[in-house]
């Protein structure tokens, strides 16, 4: 398999695995969550190592390896992205399998396994028509306080969320114009969002309007903007 055909099935493959430790029925709650992470983690670490030993890996749950930082390629995973959505049995879940090349968001795949779907940077599809007025996807439980105030000034509707990943999509799927968020993430959350939405056209920034870089020392990324062409320069100038 390519990079790309590689990180679709892994993803794919974590997604079932995540879906049959839910589906099992001993677990709930903070348990099912904390499983969850550790079988699909593991998975995903073992079969990277097997299948690509030369490349860096960085996964939200693992020790941090800095030998990553000598690396060109590294990949950045995030087993289960939206824990909490998971383990209440919710959709807007995720798994994150990308690739960065020289820090750059180049190979990535999303699994939404509540949906059965995984979106990939070598499939992708034309976007959906761009609607009058926009749509722009929102943390369910803490909603950033830049995000609610661009909403208004653009008169937007707002559509709660779960994960990173399942916001980051409904760009890609159409559901949604914008994903505004500022209130703090780390390379796991937006490496396979950020390769997945350029690669079908969507705009990927930081909101200062700066590219998303990856494999740093320090992974803390805490904002990112992933939305329609349309609506990048607007949104940009009211963060500015």
Known sequence: MND???????????????????????LSGQ?????????ANEFLCHALRTQRPDDGLLSEEEKDNL???????????????GTREYGE????????????????????????????????????????????????????????????????????????????????????????EIYLHTGGQYEWDSCAPAAVALAYGLHVSRIDGSPMTYNQADVYMPDLLICRPEWAERVLSLLG
Not at 21 to 26: E, L, P, W
Not at 31 to 39: I, P
């Open 67 to 81: 030998e990553r930082l000598s690396k060109s390629r590294v990949w950045i995973i995030d087993p289960v992205d």
């Open 89 to 176: 049995e919710r959709t807007d879940w995720a798994v994150h399998v990308a690739l960065a090349i020289d820090g750059r968001p180049e190979i990535g795949a999303i699994a939404l396994p509540g949906l059965d779907l995984v979106l990939r940077t070598d499939r992708s599809l034309p976007l959906a028509p761009c609607p009058k007025t926009p749509r722009m996807v929102v943390s369910r439980t803490r909603p950033a306080k830049e995000a609610l105030d661009v909403a208004e000034k653009i008169s937007a509707e707002l559509i709660p969320m779960g994960s990173a990943g399942a916001k980051a999509m409904a760009i890609v799927r159409g559901d949604a």
């Open 31 to 39: 348990a099912l969550g904390k499983a969850g992470d550790e079988t």
């Open 4 to 26: 790309a055909e590689l990180a679709a099935h892994l993803a794919q493959v974590a997604g079932k695995l995540l879906l049959d430790v839910r589906a099992s029925g001993v």
